[in-house]
């Protein structure tokens, strides 16, 4: 019998293609390289991670190894990659938020998104997804009907999360907010845990990136009431946005790849051009559109511009929230 995180990692793994390597192209660093993923296996962002890591093989180094260091909403993973060597062995792959959301959020962060790092690309972009499971009854088909459940049902008014702080967990604030209804947050450390508590009826609604929330769905497992983004997602067209449903509630989620500073820009250049062949490769774009995600492209420099971008944007928006930052 399987367990509920079985379930998870293999409906997300499910996803994954075999791989198309360029044998012929030489490695663009002459050693083993490590790709940090800050969120647990199984999840959204780790199973992308992987589908770009055995990519990179041979065109950027001969093996490139996923390393999941997570807790403290990926913040170690991220402080891992800012203390690492500048050889291009050690790179960062993450979701937006601890990058542009976290500096707005924490008091006290152990990095500085702008300084200590180097935006090589943006890789994906997907939806946040509200979702239910066996926990809220089978006849709550929206937002608004799950709002008014969770009003009935105090002790159930609860959310699982990726992570503190991270984008799903402001999603469901600004849900809050927007409904006037207390619902707690409950934080775990990706979001294959989370969806696992949710499967099993043990908090009532998840916050999730499409690409971990679809698989889940397709199985039964759970319902997707809602997309966060401004506009429907092509993956889930018959699903109504926040904003259609009459909450002011829309935001988009990337996925990207960061060096340490003073990396030398060969390298930089290099793993640019990897990345950026693997993007456009029909193989890739069928394994992500399995998770729900969209495949982009920026080289460095306009990427570091969009990071800079999202950086301001943020700041406004937390502040009308209300949402308190922590240490």
């Known amino acids: 019998m399987f367990t509920r995180r079985q379930t998870v990692a293999g409906a997300l793994a499910g996803a994954l293609v075999p791989p198309t390597f360029n044998r012929a192209s030489a490695a663009i660093i002459d050693r083993q390289a490590h790709m940090i993923v800050g969120f647990a296996a199984g999840g959204g962002t780790d199973v992308s991670a992987r589908l770009v890591a055995e990519?990179?093989?041979?065109?950027?180094?001969s093996v490139v190894i996923v390393d999941n260091k997570t807790g403290a909403s990926s913040r170690p993973a991220v402080d891992f990659v800012k203390h690492a060597a500048p050889d291009g062995a050690t790179m960062l792959f993450t979701t937006d938020f601890p990058i542009t959301l976290f500096p707005h959020i924490f008091k006290k962060l152990e990095y500085d998104s702008i300084n200590d790092f180097i935006p090589v690309a943006p890789v994906t972009k997907s939806s946040l997804v509200v979702s239910v499971g066996p926990a809220v009854p089978a006849d709550?088909?929206?937002?608004?009907a799950l709002i008014e459940w969770m009003k009935a049902n105090p002790a159930k008014a609860n959310f699982g999360t990726t992570g503190n702080g991270g984008t799903p967990h402001f999603v469901g604030v600004m849900l809050a907010n927007a409904s006037n209804v207390p619902i707690a947050a409950v934080h775990y450390r990706g979001g294959a845990p989370?969806?696992?508590?949710?499967m099993g009826g043990h908090v009532s609604m998840s916050v999730n990136p499409s690409?971990?929330?679809?698989?889940?769905?397709r199985g039964g497992g759970i319902r997707i009431l809602a997309v966060a983004s401004p506009e429907r997602s092509r993956f889930l067209p018959d699903t109504p946005t926040l904003l259609e449903q009459g909450f002011n509630v829309a935001i988009n989620t990337w996925s990207g790849v960061f060096l340490p500073a003073k990396t030398p820009a060969p390298i930089v250049t290099g793993l640019s051009a990897a990345l950026e062949?693997?993007?456009k490769s029909p193989d890739m774009i069928e394994a992500?559109?399995?998770?729900?995600?969209?495949?982009?492209?920026?080289?460095?420099a306009a990427f570091a511009t969009l990071v800079r971008e999202d950086i301001a944007k943020w700041g406004p928006v937390v502040k009308a929230s209300g949402f308190e930052p922590e240490d």
Request: aromatic letters at 4%.
């Open 55 to 61: 990519r990179l093989r041979e065109d950027y180094a």
């Open 140 to 144: 709550v088909t929206s937002v608004k």
């Open 194 to 198: 989370a969806l696992q508590d949710l």
């Open 211 to 217: 690409g971990e929330a679809i698989p889940m769905a």
């Open 277 to 279: 062949k693997i993007v």
């Open 288 to 300: 992500q559109a399995k998770l729900g995600n969209e495949m982009t492209f920026l080289p460095p």
